[in-house]
C-alpha cells in the first residue's frame, strides 16, 4: 500500500530565502509525482507534474525533482514570497493519487 | 468560470440526515475523482469516475456513502445518516484524460460537510 510522507510538516522562512520542501513514497512504481499548493478554504492547485520517466520539472520559481528509486522526491522554491504562503502537497500516483499530509508553508516579509 | 465548480459551499447536517454533495466538472473532461480531506491532513480518495462509468469506489468508507455520474458530466455524492466522523471536506477533481497518468487534476473548492 502506497504511503506517502512529507517533511517538515511546517515551515517559516523570511521573505527571499531559498526553500526545500520534501517528500517520500513508499511503493516506487508510480506512473508520476506531483506537487499541489492549497490555500486556506481553498482547493488544490497543480504546480508541477513530473512523469515517472522524468527526473524534474521546473516553472518559473518551482523546481521538482524525483528519485523514483529512493521514493523521493522535492519542491524547490527560489526567491520565496509572501505570497508562497500555503499548503503544499505532494502526490504519488499509481492507481490513484496517494497524498502526502502536507507542508505548511509561511513566508514572513 | 472554467473550473470546477462544487456546490453548496458549506453545509451543515444533523447527525442521521442524509446529505447531497454536487460537482460540476470542466466541460469535457473525462476523469472525475471524489476525495474527502480531513482538517490538518491531505486529501485521501474516494472515488473515480470515467465517463459514467465508475472504476474505482474502493475508498468510500461505508455503504453509507455513494456517488454517481449518471451522465458523464456532473457527479452527486451523497452520505446517507450522517455521522459526526463524516465532518470533513469534500474535494472534487477532473481531468481531461481517461489516461491517469499523464492528465493533471483540476480542483473545485471542496465542500465544507459539518454534521453536528
Known amino acids: 500500500k502506497q504511503e506517502v510522507t512529507q517533511i517538515p510538516a511546517a515551515l517559516s522562512v523570511p521573505e527571499g530565502e531559498n526553500l526545500v520542501l520534501n517528500c517520500s513514497f513508499t511503493?516506487?512504481?508510480?506512473?508520476?509525482l506531483q506537487w499541489f499548493r492549497q490555500d486556506p478554504g481553498k482547493g488544490l492547485t497543480s504546480l508541477l507534474l513530473?512523469?515517472?520517466?522524468?527526473r524534474e520539472q521546473t516553472s518559473g520559481r518551482l523546481n521538482a525533482s524525483l528519485d523514483k528509486s529512493s521514493g523521493r522526491s522535492t519542491l524547490y522554491i527560489a526567491a520565496s514570497q509572501p505570497g508562497d504562503s500555503a499548503t503544499y502537497l505532494c502526490?504519488?500516483?499509481?492507481?490513484?493519487?496517494?497524498f502526502g499530509q502536507g507542508t505548511e508553508l509561511s513566508v514572513k516579509p | 468560470g472554467a473550473g470546477v465548480s462544487q456546490s453548496p459551499r458549506y453545509k451543515v447536517a444533523k447527525r442521521g440526515q442524509d446529505v447531497a454533495l454536487r460537482c460540476d466538472p470542466i466541460?469535457?473532461?473525462?476523469?472525475l475523482f471524489w476525495y474527502q480531506q480531513a482538517l490538518g491532513q491531505g486529501p485521501e480518495f474516494l472515488t473515480y469516475?470515467?465517463?459514467?462509468?465508475?472504476?474505482?469506489k474502493s475508498g468510500l468508507p461505508s455503504d453509507r456513502f455513494f456517488a454517481e455520474r449518471p451522465e458523464g458530466s456532473v457527479s452527486t455524492l451523497k452520505i446517507q445518516r450522517t455521522q459526526q466522523e463524516d465532518s470533513a471536506v469534500y474535494l472534487c477533481?477532473?481531468?481531461?484524460?481517461?489516461?491517469?497518468?499523464?492528465?493533471?487534476?483540476?480542483f473545485g473548492n471542496g465542500t465544507r460537510l459539518t454534521v453536528t
Open positions: 477533481a477532473s481531468s481531461l484524460s481517461g489516461r491517469l497518468y499523464n492528465s493533471p487534476l483540476h
Open positions: 511503493d516506487s512504481a508510480i506512473y508520476n
Open positions: 513530473i512523469q515517472s520517466s522524468q
Open positions: 502526490a504519488a500516483q499509481g492507481g490513484k493519487l496517494i
Open positions: 466541460s469535457g473532461h473525462v476523469s
Open positions: 469516475f470515467q465517463n459514467e462509468a465508475q472504476l474505482d
